[in-house]
T-cell receptor
């Protein structure tokens, strides 16, 4: 199995631009998670999906952030418009969830720099 | 706010020594997990211990869980330079949500 695949690996953009991060979870997994990692705030859960349905988006910072999961094999996290404080590493993770917190498989992350 | 808090924040040891990292949390949990992160990479799952378990082993890893003290420890025995990484605890409280601590940076010197 190729594992969780994220793209792009690095993204450099200017303030105000739209940014789209992509994730392909492990085949057969039914839960998908978006995390953000910064030195100041550590690893924060932004949103997670179960069976393609958003379950908890309480971690999404503000309306500039949106996430979709149109099917079981693809998810996007969009930031529009982007701001310098959005600079971070964004991780996607997936699991086969049975409702009690199963282990997560993480992608390699997208390093986002907003100038 | 972070559910889990690791202690120490940073640990530097010599190859062959044991490394112990601690994690404290605040609320009741379903399970507690430990992850490892090498620089510039994603997190990798190491071990999961359920709330009704007290100790678990996997290779050179030993995890303990004390639910009365709301704490866990990760012991890495006979450390190697390749064990150099950040180690995170994560707690599962409800549903599929995992909340991560701030991590312990472990450096193993050859």
């Amino acid at each position: 199995d190729a594992g969780v695949i994220q793209s792009p690996r690095h993204e450099v953009t200017e303030m105000g631009q739209e940014v789209t991060l992509r994730c392909k979870p492990i085949s057969g997994h039914n839960s998908l998670f978006w995390y953000r990692q910064t030195m100041m705030r550590g690893l924060e859960l932004l949103i997670y999906f179960n069976n393609n349905v958003p379950i908890d988006d309480s971690g999404m910072p503000e309306d500039r952030f949106s996430a979709k999961m149109p099917n079981a094999s693809f998810s996007t996290l969009k930031i529009q418009p982007s701001e310098p404080r959005d600079s971070a590493v964004y991780f996607c993770a997936s699991s086969f969830s049975q409702g009690s917190g199963e282990k997560l498989f993480f992608g390699s992350g997208t390093q986002l720099s907003v100038l | 706010s972070q559910q889990g808090e690791e202690d120490p924040q940073a640990l530097s040891i010599q190859e062959g020594e044991n490394a112990t990292m601690n994690c404290s949390y605040k609320t009741s949990i379903n399970n507690l997990q430990w992850y490892r992160q090498n620089s510039g990479r994603g997190l990798v799952h190491l071990i999961l211990i359920r709330s009704n378990e007290r100790e678990k082993h996997s290779g050179r890893l030993r995890v303990t869980l004390d639910t009365s003290k709301k704490s866990s420890s990760l012991l890495i025995t006979a450390s190697r330079a390749a064990d150099t990484a950040s180690y995170f605890c994560a707690t599962a409280t409800s549903g599929s949500r995992l909340t991560f601590g701030e991590g312990t940076q472990l450096t193993v010197n050859p």
